[in-house]
């Protein structure tokens, strides 16, 4: 086995722990195994800036680094902006036992795993093993982080022939190489070859892989199934059956699926907003609270915060939010809030999300039953709407649903009716744009168009004739529009027509009204009002 003192000299290495004195340790320790440049961190947010300003040959870290991002963080964030070379050896120390520590550090790959307290003859070891390991993989590693495909498999082959204490690990290296390269077949026949000696796990995921990308589904769910029972704490085996699920479109699966997972590694952030998104779906709001609870917690310090982790967990809490001064109000309000809040805060400069947190803030409100607040709040909503460029049907529709929810009917309708002559509307969203029209009251429409009316007789009595027809043109948009308003629409037309000049427009605008009307039967009081006007279109249509 290789020395360790030659194997660290000259190599730039990263000590990260949140306390003084373990990092002072801890370079202490490495200084004495052979290191001569050692950069030390004390949290995971500086420890990440070290990662992206440098090259390092070894990073170690302590798992629990306090406030902001943790061991697992800066591992993941390193790997995702990739900064975290294949020839980088990352070793993880944890004084954590608990299970969903460990898990969540192993799903990232860390090249090792160190559990505290542990001696200066423990470290050596360590060390001295896997970075001998590292620097026989270096030359397969390096093709790797240049991107060059065809000769790290080809390099695979050499050591799988050459080099048989290193077979597995290469195989696992050919397997991922071939799978990017999207050579499904061949990784499949390397993955049964493995399998022929040992029923190793990654060999068994990676079968099922591709089985999967083969649309072999039911093949693929039952080898996951199996290894799933082999080995239960191997969740990348449920991310994958959850998927098959979701092909399927068994939702209610795939929940169950990614819920199994949660229980085994909870602090995996991907798959929390997954099983929240699924929740959703499903309308499992309880289930989906907890998964956007730990998505916002867990992304916070890390690369995959995402807007949509705090609104979807809005969202998701107000099924606990009701008129009532419950304990269970007051905590779904609180936490709605806060995540409203803290949108606004890291998202205030773009409009689209604002937007979104104003609308849930209203809703909220309304949820509440405090009216008032939740009318303002869809009042900046409306203002939003305005500085968003082309906003998404999706979101128009919430507009409308809160239009609605405010008990504002006539700005949902003329909302609705614009949104209708998209030609870009999908299936669901057709769907919710029905749904949305049913609940607008017709009523509460003709209420509205007869304001209007009551408002345009004020102005064609004023002799304001061209601000009456403007008014009424919006109330007989509607086709809930009540016969009173569309004689007076046809009366103040033909009045315009008789002090200025008839058009051929005007003529026909008031042909399809009275085509509206129809007949007024005799016995009705308005029937000799309808033939005046009648009389007086025949006489304009003449003229013209």
Not at 98 to 124: N, S
Not at 159 to 171: A, S
Not at 436 to 444: G, L, Y
Not at 474 to 483: I, M
Request: net charge positive; glycine share 4%.
């Amino acid at each position: 086995m290789a020395n360790l003192d030659a194997m660290l000299a000259g190599k730039r290495i990263l000590a990260v722990d949140d306390l003084v004195e373990s990092r002072s340790a801890m370079k202490k320790m490495l200084v004495i195994l052979g290191a001569s440049n050692v950069d030390v961190a004390m949290d995971g947010d500086e420890a990440t800036q070290y990662i992206l300003n440098n090259d390092y040959d070894l990073v170690i870290s302590d798992y629990n680094l306090g406030r902001g991002r943790d061991g697992q963080q800066i591992l993941e964030e390193a790997r995702f902006i990739r900064r975290l070379k294949a020839t980088t050896t990352f070793v993880m120390l944890t004084g954590e036992n608990a299970m969903d520590m460990v898990m969540g550090a192993i799903e990232y790959e860390p090249d090792d795993y160190v559990t505290k307290p542990f001696t200066i003859d423990i470290m050596r070891q360590r060390l001295t093993r896997i970075l001998t390991i590292k620097e026989q993989l270096r030359p397969i590693n390096k093709a790797i982080d240049r991107q060059a495909k065809g000769e790290v498999l080809q390099l695979c082959d050499e050591y799988i022939k050459n080099k048989p204490r290193l077979k597995n690990r290469v195989e696992r290296i050919k397997g991922r190489t071939l799978m990017s390269l999207k050579r499904w077949d061949d990784a499949l026949n390397l993955y049964d070859e493995v399998l022929k000696d040992h029923e190793l796990t990654w060999a068994l995921l990676g079968k099922a892989t591709c089985l999967f990308h083969n649309d072999q589904f039911k093949d693929a769910k039952k080898l996951l199934e199996y290894t799933i029972n082999l080995h239960p704490k191997y969740v990348q085996c449920y991310d994958l059956l959850a998927k098959i699920h979701l092909k399927n479109k068994d939702l209610k699966s795939a929940q169950n699926t990614l819920v199994s997972a949660t229980h085994v590694s909870p602090k995996q952030v991907l798959r929390q907003m997954e099983l929240g998104r699924i929740a959703f779906a499903n309308k499992d709001l309880a289930v989906a609270e907890s998964a956007f609870r730990h998505s916002v917690k867990l992304a916070r310090h890390s690369c995959y915060r995402s807007v949509k982790n705090y609104l979807l967990f809005a969202k998701a809490v107000q099924h606990k939010i009701s008129p009532s001064s419950s304990r269970e109000t007051r905590a779904g309000s609180a936490d709605a809030f806060k995540a409203i809040e803290e949108v606004k805060a890291i998202y205030g400069d773009t409009p689209e999300y604002v937007l979104e947190a104003t609308m849930i803030e209203s809703t909220t409100y309304t949820n509440l039953g405090k009216d008032a607040d939740a009318k303002a709040c869809a009042d900046k909503a409306e203002k939003l709407l305005e500085e968003v460029n082309e906003p998404s049907n999706n979101t128009l529709l919430s507009m409308a649903n809160l239009y609605i929810a405010t008990k504002q009917h006539a700005k949902a309708q003329d909302l609705l009716s614009e949104i209708s002559k998209s030609k870009s509307l999908t299936r669901s969203e057709k769907r919710e744009l029905e749904r949305t029209k049913s609940e607008i009251s017709e009523q509460v429409v003709r209420q509205y168009t007869t304001d209007i009316n009551d408002k345009a007789i004020s102005y064609f009595e004023r002799g304001q004739l061209s601000q009456a027809i403007e008014l009424l043109d919006q109330a007989t948009a509607y086709k809930e529009a009540g016969l009173a308003v569309l004689l007076n629409a046809i009366q103040v037309k033909i009045t315009y027509m008789d002090q200025r000049s008839a058009s051929r427009k005007m003529v026909d605008e008031v042909n399809e009204l009275l085509r509206r009307v129809g007949d007024i039967p005799s016995n009705d009081d308005r029937h000799q009002r309808w033939l005046l006007l009648k009389k007086s279109q025949e006489r304009l249509v003449r003229m013209l």
